[in-house]
């Protein structure tokens, strides 16, 4: 498989910046966007926002809380290590104002970088990636994602588990129009792992995704009408929904390292 080869040697330059990648009239210098941003409080609201981009509300029984004095489900611990906690609340606090509008079950945490990842002639490949502590039990919903800041789609899944211990490396949407998912079995998701996405551009329109676990490949997928779109990338904890019911009664915890996001400079 010489494209994908190519691609890993290509991705394999990321976190060097500086570092000119060869094979190309119109060498490409390596860039560090989002790196280092769970040292501290600092760190992280200078590179993130608290929450979706959209609001509080999403798709499941969790509403999002957390701000630069609440801490309560958006925290930092030692090591730069990130931890969104999803708590269950007893009383009626209403529906999400999200379709498909469940009944709000919990409190959770939500994070989005400012930096909106946009595959362009200038930045035509992109390396997104962290380590995670997932929960998997039934009702649990990690996500770390790509989703259109301005349009949906695009979308693209690199850690999704939905109640089971199968991670979900999703694309929407896909050269039929629809999605393309990769599912893959993770032992022991609550112990760390790597999650990696290597996105770049294959024509006018369409970008090729490579999806890693752990640093082995596991699929790509064709991304169409990705180029040019603007992408959040965000990391939250949702329960319930897709992953199942009734969730947990106790605490989640969902904790994130070493994530970053690199790119090339034509």
Known sequence: MTHNRRTFLAAGAAGMAGVVLG????AAVWENVLSGTFANYGALEAAWNYRYPWGSDHNGTARM????????????????????????ISWDEGNSSADPHLPIRYHSGA????QHIVVTDQFPSWEVKGEFQAPSARGTWPAFWLTG???WPPESDILEFKGDSRNWFNTYKNASGGWSNTVVNVS???????YRAWITKVSATDVDIH????????????????VGKPMWLIINLQMEGSSGSPGPSSDTYYRARNVYVGRNRV
Not at 23 to 26: E, Q, Y
Not at 188 to 194: L, S
């Open 23 to 26: 094979g190309r009239a119109d």
């Open 188 to 194: 022991n998701p609550g112990g760390w792992h790597g």
């Open 149 to 151: 800041a301005t349009s």
């Open 65 to 88: 809380y957390g701000s630069s004095s609440d801490h309560n489900h958006v925290y930092l611990e030692a090591g730069g290590v990130l931890v969104l906690k999803a708590t269950r």
């Open 111 to 114: 994070i989005h970088a400012k």
């Open 211 to 226: 999806y890693y676990l752990d640093g082995n490949w596991v699929g790509q997928h064709r991304g169409a009408g990705f």
